[in-house]
Nanobody, 121 residues
């Protein structure tokens, strides 16, 4: 199992970014997927999750209405569109595979290198 996250950058407050996670080594289309973030000195924080087919999504209250998770099963890729970014969104973002096809609100451990998002005020 391998995840390669990309798209992180340094942006100003109010800006937008789109993160990507290229997955390999397993049948991507039968698993729900999750985005997790970890700020310096803090534990992992669950951000969002999407069902295997992409129809169902759930979000942490801290990002609801600003972030949108999506996936392309033909490309084995997970996305996170991040709008109206705030300084408190600054963290290392990474993707993780859920245990089944249903979205889960669980901060799973990091397998890939993650991608850094830094939001300046």
């Amino acid at each position: 199992v391998q995840f390669v996250e990309s798209g992180g950058d340094m942006v100003q407050s109010g800006g937008s970014l789109r993160l990507s996670c290229a997955a390999s080594g397993f049948t991507f289309s039968i698993y729900a997927m999750t985005w997790v973030r970890q700020a310096p000195g803090k534990g992992p924080e669950w951000v969002s999750s999407i069902s295997a087919g992409g129809r169902y999504t759930i979000y942490a209250d801290s990002v609801k209405g600003r972030f949108a998770i999506s996936r392309d099963n033909a490309k084995n890729t997970l996305y996170l569109q991040m709008n109206s970014l705030k300084p408190e969104d600054t963290a290392l973002y990474y993707c993780a595979r859920a245990s089944g096809s249903v979205p889960e609100s669980r901060a799973r451990p990091r397998w890939g290198q993650g991608t850094q998002v830094t939001v300046s005020s």
